[in-house]
């Protein structure tokens, strides 16, 4: 099968000398659910962050549904972020708008600058987004205001944003990071659900070992800005997580004691 | 086929922009009508535009001596009136100060004397004094104590009153006179906030002090002043560059000193 | 955030802060020393010049004369008028100027640089230098104010509404980059909406100043009510002086009472 997303070589500099990624080899598969794991520092949230630009990669290449992600220009860029979901730590949403604007935040990138401007979504987009909020539970809040929300729905919220782009990938970066475990588990089980459903591809930085073994069908050790560990569920021994975490362990028992 | 639109908006929130972009587009449609713009001045301004553009642009030394000295009076001139001013406003702002005035009534009048004071512009204060004292720098600092005083008074007082609580009721309570509460708890405190508030109240009072000329105080302003009104420009490009040079060179300065006060605290 | 102070470091340190604390107070009044020589300051003159002053403005300004008190209303029509018009044209090239020098939304970091220096050096320059000088340029009367209002309202919106932006969250425009927004959808959807209460907090903040500017405005020609203050006094009609001066004080406070409501109500 021709995979979705292919990345060698990929390293990112920091100022002189300090290396965020150091030679990152991957390849996503369609409709994979990978969990990223490893301490922080490690480079997690720089590795998805380059594969979508956010942060220009130094080295190596990232190829997405067979285009060049680090060559892309300025279109080519825009068209390729339309089709990769993001889902963040901190939600990232517009506070001051309203629940479905945010979402529609994610159909920005498939219509034209002037009518995103104003605006002028399409009433199909509309219904959708109205639709993806009713399936993750927030059908009463989709005229709130996004700062009206507690944390569990305002991610939410930012689910339905990276699922309203229609995307064939959709990077999370520490999703639930600042979530109670009620609402963490909440949030994983719509990204989880809905991925299966639509078929995407999704890569998800965690801290916490233990949602990873829930969810993942394949997961990836990162430490010091290079794969350690790539394989499926049952192969991540706890010698492994063990040598990832080493000399953190404070922060892998914490988070996952939940 | 009229398709309902599906609203995307907060209500409230939209209601609100709306309400005051609709309202204050009705506010400047009021005002363009009432206004009696001259169109035809304001292109003639625009044609004489270019020529006087030029003429600014030959910068000319030959007036610099005139201008630093009369430079350096307008700062002195905002100096003194600071450190006069600072004098009286250390002593007065205990009084205003809610938590510190010897008396509640007392305070409350003081404050809206120094209100008033604060509303009515430093140019007009400056005018005053110069009908009473006649031209010169004097005039300039007896007008700008006014406004300094009386901003200094409110900055002080608010900062005694968000700092005073603990430390004066613990002076009050091992028995320690008003005097006591102000020379030994409040004033050491209060300190580096103060001096903060008193160089950024500089830079206004030099900001201020450098157009005063113009109402007939002194300083570099009379010389600008008259540049203008006798079309030479050259000199009056040399004089505005100077005024520039020593409002950034005060506003770097008082940058720093803030910077530093906040790492003290 | 005020504590009692407590000096770090042992005795010698403290010696050490206590001979520069010295040193700076010896230093401020030798410069207060040397100021007062400069401007020749007679002190007994300054002294005595006080309550002369003081009786000048209590028996030649009070009371305010009241008479020909319609005649004041155009004054103060015009001043309102022109501050309105004046705020709001600031207020639109303001946030335009904004959005190019503000770091976090700045299409290039060279636009940044230059409009940074020329909205420094318009700022820099003292508003009633300008006034003056574009008095000349279009001649006596209230449009010289008005553009005079506008160029340092322009000036000082600009560099206020561009340190609004610089401190918005920046997570929710990384959020609509990643959704591959365009430059202008970023900024309309991330920025503008956070934006708004900043910019209708200063913006009110402007038409306060541009109230009390043109109070000074007319000291140079300009028009407003200062006009009224320099006529009267010109002709020693130190009671209608007083009087223009209470309208102003009132009308003032009331726009900032005005003000500070409508702050208030914003959500």
Redesign the interface.
Known sequence: MEPILTIQGLKKQYSAGTWGLNGIELTVQPGEFIAVIGPSGAGKSTLLRCMNRLIEPTEGSVTFLGEDVVHANKRQLRSIRARMGMIFQHYNLVYRSSVLENVLHGRLGYIGSLAGMLGRYPEADKEEAIALLQKVGLENEVYKRADELSGGQKQRVGVCRALAQKPSLILADEPIASLDPKSSKTVMDAIHTNCREQEIACLVNLHQVDYAKAYATRIVGIKAGRVVFDGPVEQLTSDITQYLYEGQEHEMFHKAAI | MAVRKIPIAHKATQRQQRMLGISSLLLLGISLYCADLDMKQIAAGMERLPAIGRQLAQLSFTNGGELLRELVTSIVVAFLSVILGVVAALFLAFLVAANTTPNRLFGRVLNAVFVIIRTIPTTIWVLLAVASMGFGPMAGVLGLMFPTVSYLIRTFASQIEEAGGETIEAIRSVGGTWWHVIAKGLLPTLLTAFMATTAFRFEISVAESVILGMVGAGGIGSLLQGYISYYQFADLSLGILMVFFTMFLLEMGTVQIRKRMGRQN | ?????VIPGGAQARRKRRAKQWAAAAA?LL??VL??V??R??AA??IL??P??LR??FSD?LPPDPANLQGYIKPV??T???A??AT?CSSVLGVCLALLMARTTTPHPLVRTVLRGLI??LR??????WA????????V????G??ALIVFGCGFLARLYAESIEEL?Q??M?????????Y??R????II??F??AF?SWTLFMFEINI?AS??LG??GAGGIGAL??QT?DLFQYGKTSMV?AI??AM??LVELMTSRIRRR??
Request: a negative charge.
């Open positions: 955030m005020l504590k009692l102070t401020l410069l207060t100021s007062l400069y401007i300051f007679d003159e300054f010049g006080i002369t002053f000048f403005l300004f029509a015009d309102f008028i022109y309105v018009i709001f420094s050096f820099n320059i003292p508003f009633l230098a003056s000088l574009l008095v000349v340029i279009f001649g009367g209230t449009t010289a008005l553009i969250d997570d929710s990384e959020a609509l980059e990643s959704c591959g927004a365009t202008g959808q900024i309309k959807h991330a909406p956070q708004l209460p209708y009390r109070a000074v000291l140079v203050i320099k006094m001066i102003m004080v003032i406070l914003l959500i």
